[in-house]
């Protein structure tokens, strides 16, 4: 089992800057990938980025060029960078961790970001 714990969020207004960091525990020695997914009210949870062996990353396009995400493997973290945040960044956003053997998703109980003014 691993554990996924979410720090950061809050209020934040637009134009501003924002990060969430999240440690993982327990049994992390199988995970390869960590991330960020988001759900806004009354919409489908969404990738935001993710990092996989510390150097293959991915962002959902809405994001590019604003947000960075990073990763201490030593650690077991995963660190979202958010800058240039906007109106529609709002959302709950979940840390997630891929185990490579079983095939399996952790995910963390989500933190609140609210982007107003």
């Known amino acids: 089992q691993v554990q996924l714990v979410e720090s950061g969020g809050g209020l934040v207004q637009p134009g501003g800057t924002m990060r969430l960091s999240c440690a993982a525990s327990?049994?992390?020695?199988?995970?390869?990938?960590m991330g960020w997914y988001r759900q806004a009210p009354g919409k489908q949870r969404e990738l935001v980025a993710t990092?996989?062996?510390?150097?293959?990353?991915n962002y959902a396009e809405s994001v590019k060029g604003r947000f960075t995400i990073s990763s201490d493997n030593s650690k077991n973290t995963v660190d979202l960078q958010m800058n240039s945040l906007k109106r529609e960044d709002t959302a709950v956003y979940y840390c997630?961790?891929?185990?490579?053997?079983?095939?399996?998703?952790?995910w963390g109980q989500g933190t609140q970001v609210t982007v107003s003014s």
């Open positions: 997630y961790a891929h185990q490579r053997w079983p095939d399996y998703d952790y």
């Open positions: 327990g049994s992390t020695f199988d995970i390869n990938g």
């Open positions: 990092i996989f062996g510390s150097t293959v990353t």
